[in-house]
């Protein structure tokens, strides 16, 4: 009987859900108190429930100042390719979102909007001949409604019941009520099932076109990265048949990332709760067998000193993952790569990764970085080799110092500074340098036989360098060198061929952790391409995230003893470190 009477329940709710929350008058919600806690069962209870717990969600996010990192690639129809980017645009700011809707910017160079520009991610207030992209204005899409979501300004519809990953959700259309005001949103919500928290939000602020500017077509998601808490992660905008005022098509694709929520555990302030202070006798007597340091031994401890400030203030500051699986990957090619060529490198060299999108590569003292965007871009591990080879021979050959951050002040930036005070460019001298003992290495490498297809990535980048500047273009370090010799040797680029893959879209091979900063390889699978135009080098795509609950690290698996050899088949053996391979 128990196990019949929870099923009913569940059919009784989800006939309930069935019902259109249109056809309820006003005086049935006003009649009913908003539900907070207990069993749902009642459209009525479902969407008071929503309503209650979306007001939480906008307290909750005011909290937080994560770092936004918006993309924009202008578009232009194209008979083979269906549409191709023409030009783009590159935001990176950390948010104030105790503030309001405030993007504070770290690239120096774009104009701050004003209050009226808000709300609308293309502004107009420059003058009705030209037009701007305003960041705030993207950063607003992490928002469904700040100012009036209820009843009384809004209808709500219930659509069906769906899982979005592994979550269940349930899906409403929402519309703004007559009369409800400017800025309200219109299109569908996705509601996880147990919090009743908005998960995805999918549509357009209406009025869509004002004196101001516009209001673009947006789909936003959110994560799960602690328990009960949920918080903005990605933002996809589209355009492909909007005017502007003069009658101009405006066609773009967008992405917003958000990450560093948690940046004071970056800090290493929770290393101070774990901090084992050791007796007295015992210090004394690790220090007793210390010796003196030569002036070289010295010298050395001074430059990886460097070495360690600027990384730990990266990764303090949001810019900088902590260390972790893509990591290992690279330093896997690393190895490949001195094995190989029998190079004996003291001290080893490690590897990390940039959070940023733009394509690039540096290294500092002992440790080279490159950036999530190029990793995102490259079509094969021949390519990742290339790219790692380049910073390895910098560090070789040109040696770079860090004698400038050896004292602890010059490393101590906010995020918002960290560009405008960090450079690790190296000099056209340098470059032309590393280039030479790169290419050497790599002939002698286990790549060698595939330096073709390397060849088609940077003949693909040299032909998008006039349209996608701000992606090609590096903000901490350096371009992807020319290496004009492997180049030559590629066969011509065909972007009609489907097997010839020179580069990949955004956002193909590493997941960001909005919460950690941690990054971690996509996990998908290889998909056949059905035309040349799903090839689309460099370009924006959809996000379609996979959605799981936050789980704690660690509690995946059973610990009981008794269910060892079933934890064992659920949990999946590890990967042998290796470069990610095409798609």
Same mark, same amino acid.
């Given at each position: 009987m128990r196990t019949w009477k929870t099923l009913s329940i569940s059919l009784v709710f989800a006939g309930a859900l069935a019902i259109s929350a249109a056809a309820q008058s006003p005086a049935d919600s006003q009649a009913q108190p908003p539900a907070t806690s207990g069993a749902v069962t009642t459209v009525n209870q479902a969407i008071d429930r929503i309503i209650a717990r979306e007001h939480d969600e906008v307290a909750t996010i005011r909290h937080y100042n994560p770092i936004v990192e918006t993309y924009i690639q202008d578009m232009k129809p194209d008979k083979d390719m269906g549409a191709i980017p023409v030009k783009d645009h590159y935001f990176l700011g950390q948010a104030n979102l105790a503030s309001g809707v405030v993007d504070n910017n770290m690239l120096g160079t774009s104009k701050k909007s004003g209050k009226l520009d808000a709300i609308n991610p293309i502004s107009h207030l420059s003058g009705y001949f030209s037009s701007s992209y305003m960041p705030e204005g993207f950063l607003q899409m992490i928002y469904l409604d700040t100012n009036g979501f209820d009843r009384q300004h809004y209808q709500f519809d219930y659509v069906r019941s769906e899982f979005l990953g592994?979550?269940?959700?349930?899906?409403?259309?929402?519309?703004?009520?007559?009369?409800?005001?400017?800025?309200?949103?219109?299109?569908?919500?996705?509601?996880?099932?147990?919090?009743?928290?908005?998960?995805?939000?999918?549509?357009?602020?209406?009025?869509?076109?004002?004196?101001?500017?516009?209001?673009?077509?947006?789909?936003?998601?959110?994560?799960?990265?602690?328990?009960?808490?949920?918080?903005?992660?990605?933002?996809f905008s589209q355009e492909s048949d909007l005017k502007d005022f003069l009658g101009n098509n405006v066609r773009f694709k967008s992405q917003t990332r958000l990450w560093g929520y948690d940046l004071k555990s970056a800090s290493h302030e929770q290393e101070l709760t774990e901090l084992t202070v050791e007796a007295p006798d015992t210090v004394q007597g690790q220090g007793s067998s210390q010796q003196d340091r030569s002036p070289i031994e010295a010298e050395r401890e001074w430059q990886h000193q460097a070495e360690v400030n600027v990384i730990d203030r990266l990764q303090r500051i949001g810019l900088l993952s902590p260390p972790g699986e893509v990591d290992k990957v690279l330093e896997t090619v690393v190895n490949n790569l001195?094995?190989?060529?029998?190079?004996?490198?003291?001290?080893?060299?490690?590897?990390?990764?940039?959070?940023?999108?733009?394509?690039?590569?540096?290294?500092?003292?002992?440790?080279?970085?490159?950036?999530?965007?190029?990793?995102?871009a490259l079509p094969d591990e021949a390519s990742l080799a290339t790219v790692i080879a380049q910073e390895l021979a910098d560090i070789i050959v040109t040696k770079p110092s860090t004698d400038q951050w050896g004292f602890n002040d010059t490393t101590n930036v906010s995020t918002v500074? *960290?560009?405008?005070?960090?450079?690790?460019?190296?000099?056209?001298?340098?470059?032309?340098?590393?280039?030479?003992?790169?290419?050497?290495?790599?002939?002698?490498?286990?790549?060698?036989?595939?330096?073709?297809?390397?060849?088609?990535?940077?003949?693909?980048?040299?032909?998008?360098?006039?349209?996608?500047?701000?992606?090609?273009?590096?903000?901490?370090?350096?371009?992807?060198?020319?290496?004009?010799?492997?180049?030559?040797?590629?066969?011509?680029?065909?972007?009609?061929?489907?097997?010839?893959?020179?580069?990949?879209?955004?956002?193909?091979?590493?997941?960001l952790d909005p919460w950690s900063d941690k990054v971690e390889l996509?996990?998908?699978?290889p998909v056949s391409l059905l035309s040349a135009r799903e090839k689309m080098p460099f370009q924006v795509t959809p996000f379609e995230p996979f959605l799981t609950?936050?789980?704690?690290?660690?509690?995946?698996?059973?610990?009981?003893?008794?269910? *060892?050899?079933?934890?064992?088949?659920?949990?999946?053996?590890?990967?042998?470190?290796?470069?990610? *391979?095409?798609?």
């Amino acid at each position: 009987m128990r196990t019949w009477k929870t099923l009913s329940i569940s059919l009784v709710f989800a006939g309930a859900l069935a019902i259109s929350a249109a056809a309820q008058s006003p005086a049935d919600s006003q009649a009913q108190p908003p539900a907070t806690s207990g069993a749902v069962t009642t459209v009525n209870q479902a969407i008071d429930r929503i309503i209650a717990r979306e007001h939480d969600e906008v307290a909750t996010i005011r909290h937080y100042n994560p770092i936004v990192e918006t993309y924009i690639q202008d578009m232009k129809p194209d008979k083979d390719m269906g549409a191709i980017p023409v030009k783009d645009h590159y935001f990176l700011g950390q948010a104030n979102l105790a503030s309001g809707v405030v993007d504070n910017n770290m690239l120096g160079t774009s104009k701050k909007s004003g209050k009226l520009d808000a709300i609308n991610p293309i502004s107009h207030l420059s003058g009705y001949f030209s037009s701007s992209y305003m960041p705030e204005g993207f950063l607003q899409m992490i928002y469904l409604d700040t100012n009036g979501f209820d009843r009384q300004h809004y209808q709500f519809d219930y659509v069906r019941s769906e899982f979005l990953g592994d979550v269940r959700c349930l899906s409403f259309d929402v519309n703004p009520l007559p009369k409800s005001g400017k800025g309200r949103f219109k299109g569908r919500i996705w509601v996880e099932d147990q919090g009743y928290t908005i998960v995805r939000f999918n549509g357009v602020y209406t009025p869509i076109a004002g004196i101001n500017g516009f209001n673009l077509h947006f789909d936003s998601w959110r994560l799960n990265v602690q328990p009960g808490l949920w918080l903005p992660a990605f933002v996809f905008s589209q355009e492909s048949d909007l005017k502007d005022f003069l009658g101009n098509n405006v066609r773009f694709k967008s992405q917003t990332r958000l990450w560093g929520y948690d940046l004071k555990s970056a800090s290493h302030e929770q290393e101070l709760t774990e901090l084992t202070v050791e007796a007295p006798d015992t210090v004394q007597g690790q220090g007793s067998s210390q010796q003196d340091r030569s002036p070289i031994e010295a010298e050395r401890e001074w430059q990886h000193q460097a070495e360690v400030n600027v990384i730990d203030r990266l990764q303090r500051i949001g810019l900088l993952s902590p260390p972790g699986e893509v990591d290992k990957v690279l330093e896997t090619v690393v190895n490949n790569l001195e094995v190989t060529n029998n190079l004996d490198i003291e001290p080893d060299v490690h590897c990390r990764t940039l959070l940023t999108g733009t394509l690039e590569s540096f290294s500092i003292g002992h440790t080279i970085v490159v950036s999530r965007g190029l990793l995102d871009a490259l079509p094969d591990e021949a390519s990742l080799a290339t790219v790692i080879a380049q910073e390895l021979a910098d560090i070789i050959v040109t040696k770079p110092s860090t004698d400038q951050w050896g004292f602890n002040d010059t490393t101590n930036v906010s995020t918002v500074e *960290a560009l405008s005070h960090f450079s690790f460019r190296d000099t056209p001298g340098d470059v032309q340098m590393a280039s030479d003992k790169a290419v050497e290495l790599l002939k002698n490498s286990p790549y060698k036989d595939k330096l073709g297809n390397v060849g088609l990535f940077l003949k693909q980048l040299e032909t998008e360098q006039k349209n996608l500047p701000a992606l090609i273009n590096p903000q901490l370090g350096n371009h992807v060198a020319a290496l004009d010799v492997l180049a030559g040797s590629a066969p011509a680029l065909s972007p009609d061929k489907l097997d010839q893959i020179a580069a990949l879209p955004i956002g193909s091979r590493v997941k960001l952790d909005p919460w950690s900063d941690k990054v971690e390889l996509v996990k998908a699978k290889p998909v056949s391409l059905l035309s040349a135009r799903e090839k689309m080098p460099f370009q924006v795509t959809p996000f379609e995230p996979f959605l799981t609950r936050y789980e704690k690290p660690g509690t995946q698996v059973t610990a009981d003893p008794n269910k *060892a050899d079933l934890a064992k088949e659920q949990t999946p053996a590890p990967a042998a470190p290796t470069a990610p *391979a095409a798609q």
